[in-house]
């Protein structure tokens, strides 16, 4: 059944959204040369701006003014640098309403995910980076490493805002500068970050925002004067960018995808566990590169977990993402909302078992249920395939051994949840288990100081924490 809503008026007032925004070159607002694009509410299908397009000619404004500014911005003694990242934490904290609010309605994500844990981790990664700024003979890379020159880096449409600090503060603190590429979908929260640049008087050029879509995207990275590229999103599009920067000197970091096992071994305490699932694939609607999408569940457990998943999945809301109580949000976009029907498609003409509990979902907008499948192989899509999407698919083991080999049994290799009462077990795990980050007894947590990166298919290169400086320096003497 669909209904419809108005989006709560209260919190729509606290953000002031232009009619339409330029680029963020040289310290100003400037007009772009591509033709401009719309983004979207994906809770309702409303136009909420018009953004302009960045042609070749616009990111080669932004590389320049980049490089300008990188002669002063890297000189600059590291405590100055630091002063500027920490005025930008502060003007974050102070502007975390309307960054969250934004964020909620230019992505879809529930303003409680929003406020309590995009804004506020976003505000740390500036904090925790200010706090580098000076203290980079101790990034392991010899008593005076040296920043890269310019970084022009591309970000994706799910965490709009982190991605962007996840880059933007150790590129700075490491005296850096930046041009950086928002996803398509949602360039409103980085454009309201320039506005803080500007606000914390940070020297022109030393970030610039150039939105767009792949196009855009392929100018920036492929420019010859940008000397490190920094790219987040899809394994697909890392392997482009891999092959365009092929045989020149730029450093690059790709942080791709992931179909991350989450797995629960009979001795699990199973109510935690199980909040522990449902944060792990249903946190911002799946859209999680990290998502726990495949559930690793003992035998001797598996009719009790499942039992009380869908108990807890019938108490989820879907809805108005502006919504103090809205558990899953919209889904981005129209292209998105239809490449997770498909795979759930495939999933049911493959044989698995799809459930979802009964759940009204508005009529305009981008929704899906949260779903579960059950009675999945290996061999199945869902099995394989990153979903993004509030989709989980269910496979059980027998043994230790059989839960590591069936983990391992991806392409990808960027997360990982072990649920277990037994320390042994969790060590044994984390050894064996082919996966940047292991979670145990919790999942998808989140620190500046901890690095996170992948295996395999999931990219290289670590952002987050000392290791993450070192995408961003070369050894000095
Ligand atoms: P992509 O389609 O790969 O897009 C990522 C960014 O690259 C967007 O800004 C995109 O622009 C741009 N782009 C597209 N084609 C390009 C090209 N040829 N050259 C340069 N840039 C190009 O990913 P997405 O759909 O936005 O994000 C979802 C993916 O990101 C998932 O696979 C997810 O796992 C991954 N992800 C990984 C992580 C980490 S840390 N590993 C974190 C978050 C997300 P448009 O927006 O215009 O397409």
């Known amino acids: ?37 719309k983004s979207i509410n994906p809770a309702t299908e409303e136009t909420l701006a018009e953004i302009a397009e960045a042609d070749a000619a616009d990111v080669d404004k932004a590389v320049k003014a980049a490089r300008r500014a990188f002669r002063t911005w890297s000189r600059m003694p590291g405590k100055e640098r630091s002063k500027y990242l920490y005025r930008i934490a502060r ?14 309605i230019d992505n879809g994500k529930p ?14 990664h500036f904090f925790y980076y200010a706090g580098w ?34 880059k933007v503060a150790p590129a700075l603190a490491c005296g850096n500068t930046v041009v950086l590429k928002p996803a398509e979908t949602t360039p409103l929260t980085a454009l309201l970050f320039a506005e803080i640049c500007q606000q914390a008087d940070l020297p022109a050029g030393v970030v ?43 450093k690059a970091t790709l942080e791709l995808g992931g179909k991350a ?12 566990a199980v909040e522990g699932i449902v944060g792990g694939i249903f946190f911002n609607q799946g859209h999680v590169c990290c998502a726990g999408s495949r559930l690793l569940v003992q035998e001797s457990v ?27 949000g919209a889904i981005n976009s129209a292209e998105q909302l239809a490449r997770i029907r498909a795979l759930a498609e495939i999933g049911e003409d493959e044989g698995a078992e799809r459930w979802a509990p009964p759940c009204e979902l508005p009529s305009a907008g981008f929704w899906f249920p949260p779903t579960v499948f059950t009675g999945v192989s ?27 080999e069936k983990a391992n049994n991806t392409p990808y290799g960027l997360s990982a949840g072990v649920w277990t009462e037994k320390g042994s077990r969790i060590l044994h795990m984390a050894n064996e288990l082919r996966a940047g980050v292991v979670w145990a007894n919790t999942f998808n947590k989140f620190d500046p100081a901890s690095p996170f990166g992948g295996y395999k298919e999931s990219g290289y290169g670590r952002e987050g924490g000392r290791q993450g400086l070192s995408a961003y320096l070369k050894a000095g003497a």
């Not at 096992?261 to 935690?272: G, M, P, S």
């Open 302 to 328: 598996a009719d009790e977990v499942m039992a009380k998943l869908k108990r807890r999945m019938g108490t989820l809301r879907v809805g108005d993402p502006l919504d103090k109580n809205t558990d899953i």
């Open 261 to 272: 096992a989450n797995i629960v071994f009979d001795d699990a305490a199973i109510d935690q």
């Open 1 to 37: 059944m669909a209904f419809e809503y108005a989006p709560a008026p209260e919190s729509r007032s606290i953000v002031d959204i232009k009619p339409s925004y330029g680029l963020f070159i040289d310290g100003e607002f400037v007009d772009g040369h591509g033709s401009a694009f």
């Open 111 to 124: 303003i409680k995910e929003s406020r309590d844990v995009d804004v506020p981790i976003v505000a740390a």
């Open 378 to 404: 290996q061999a199945h899509r869902i099995a394989r395939d990153e979903v993004f999407g509030p989709v989980l698919s269910v496979l059980t083991f027998r043994t230790p051994s059989e839960a590591i």
């Open 208 to 250: 610039n925002i150039v939105t767009g879509a792949g196009d855009t995207g392929q100018a920036v990275v492929s420019h010859p004067d940008v000397d490190k590229v920094a790219f987040t999103g899809s394994t697909g599009v890392g392997k482009a960018i891999a092959r365009a920067i092929a045989g020149s000197d730029k």
């Open 133 to 166: 700024a000076d203290k980079l003979e101790y990034a392991g890379l010899g008593a005076n490493p040296q920043p890269l020159g310019v970084a022009g880096q591309v970000i994706p449409w799910n965490f709009p805002l982190l991605m962007l600090a996840w």
């Open 91 to 104: 003007i974050i904290q102070e502007r975390s309403r309307e960054l969250a609010v934004l964020e909620s």
